[in-house]
Structure formats: structure tokens, C-alpha cells
């Protein structure tokens, strides 16, 4: 069974742009998360999508939203981009909501805001 | 919010040698899961430990559930250089998994 795959692996943006990033769950998988991953701050969670509803958020501010499809894929958006957005951005996949699911992560999309 | 303590948080070990990474917390978690993450890539996990006392093993990783569900061990017997990587306990917090700082291990060959 494949992974999660995120696509891209890497992106260099500039201050005042907006980013889309693109995550595939693993097949029958109905849940994916967002977290965000920088040396100072660690992994820390943006949001939870499942069944095309976001069910959770975490304290990110209002330029960064996501979406999920109908087949599950979900994508990250980050608009106005500030150079403190450089990070992994990571998204995990579970069958189902709620932190009780093990949760499997892709291999991240790294963010370079220049 | 549960929140959960790792340590050490960095570890230097010679290839061959032993190591355990702890974590500790006041409250009680159903379940708990460790996961390895190499520079660059996303967290794999390794196990979940669900009974309180359940040891797990996964070749030369040996993952241990306290009794009381608060705390967990992992054991790691003759470190390899593959073994090198940040090591995540994170807590389940009804929705999401808190993370902590990890222990980072490098396993010098």
C-alpha cells in the first residue's frame, strides 16, 4: 500500500506570496492533519480535515487554510507569506478523526521564504 | 492537555552501544506511539502501545508502557548508525498529537 505523498518536496517562495501544497493519504484513509515543523518550535498542528470538513485547528493565524477533497486529498494554503513560514510542512493520514487513529506522515514539503 | 517530557534530549553513542529514551508525563494516555524522524522526511512510526506493562519489541527496539499508562521506555540494544534520528513520543490529545522537543540520537559508527 503506498504512503502519504506530498507534493511538492520543495518550494522557495517569496515575502507577500501565497503557497498551495498538495497531500495524498494513504488508500482508505478518511482523516489528514497538518503540522508545521521548525527548529525552534517543533512540530506543531494546523489543522484536521476529515470528510471534507475541517474538525480542528490549531492556534495558526487566518493565512493558513486548507481544504479537503471528496477522494480525501487535502491541500494546504498560506497566503501573504512572512519569512517566519519557513518550515517542513508536514500532513498525516489516519482512517479516522481524532488523535486515537495512528497517524502516518508524509515525507513533508519544505518551505523556503525568502 | 496532556502534555508529555522526553529525555535526554540529545544522545551521542558509540555504534554497539546501548541506549534508552524516556517519556514522562502526569497524566494518563490510552494509548501512546514512537516515531523516528530523519532529517528532512516525516515521522515514521514504530509502534503504538496501547496495555498498561505492554513491552513491545521491534528488532534491537525494545518500547515499554508503565504500568500506570504515564510514562514509556524505549531501548535500543547495539545502536547502529541507521538508528541515528529524532525520536518522537507525542501525546494524543483528543484531536491532534502534541509534540514534544524528541530526543535527538546519533549513532557514531
Known amino acids: 500500500k503506498a504512503g502519504v505523498t506530498q507534493t511538492p518536496r520543495y518550494l522557495i517562495k517569496t515575502r507577500g506570496q501565497q503557497v498551495t501544497l498538495s497531500c495524498s493519504p494513504i488508500?482508505?484513509?478518511?482523516?489528514v492533519s497538518w503540522y508545521q515543523q521548525t527548529p525552534g518550535q517543533g512540530l506543531q498542528f494546523l489543522f484536521e480535515y476529515f470528510s471534507e470538513t475541517q474538525r480542528n485547528k490549531g492556534n495558526f493565524p487566518g493565512r493558513f487554510s486548507g481544504r479537503q477533497f471528496s477522494n480525501s486529498r487535502s491541500e494546504m494554503n498560506v497566503s501573504t507569506l512572512e519569512l517566519g513560514d519557513s518550515a517542513l510542512y508536514l500532513c498525516?493520514?489516519?482512517?479516522?478523526?481524532?488523535?486515537?487513529?495512528?497517524?502516518?506522515f508524509g515525507p513533508g514539503t519544505r518551505l523556503t521564504v525568502t | 492537555t496532556q502534555l508529555l517530557e522526553q529525555s535526554p534530549q540529545f544522545l551521542s553513542i558509540q555504534e554497539g552501544e546501548n541506549l534508552t529514551v524516556y517519556c514522562n508525563s502526569s497524566s494518563v494516555f490510552s494509548s501512546l506511539q514512537w516515531y523516528r524522524q530523519e532529517p528532512g522526511e516525516g515521522p515514521v512510526l514504530l509502534v503504538t502501545v496501547v496495555t498498561g506493562g505492554e513491552v513491545k519489541k521491534l528488532k534491537r527496539l525494545t518500547f515499554q508502557f508503565g504500568d500506570a499508562r504515564k510514562d514509556s521506555s524505549l531501548h535500543i540494544t547495539a545502536a547502529q548508525p541507521g538508528d541515528t534520528g529524532l525520536y518522537l513520543c507525542?501525546?494524543?490529545?483528543?484531536?491532534?498529537?502534541?509534540f514534544g522537543a524528541g530526543t535527538t540520537v546519533t549513532v557514531r559508527a
Open positions: 498525516a493520514s489516519s482512517l479516522g478523526q481524532g488523535a486515537m487513529y495512528e497517524q502516518y
Open positions: 507525542p501525546a494524543s490529545n483528543d484531536y491532534k498529537l502534541s
Open positions: 488508500s482508505g484513509h478518511r482523516s
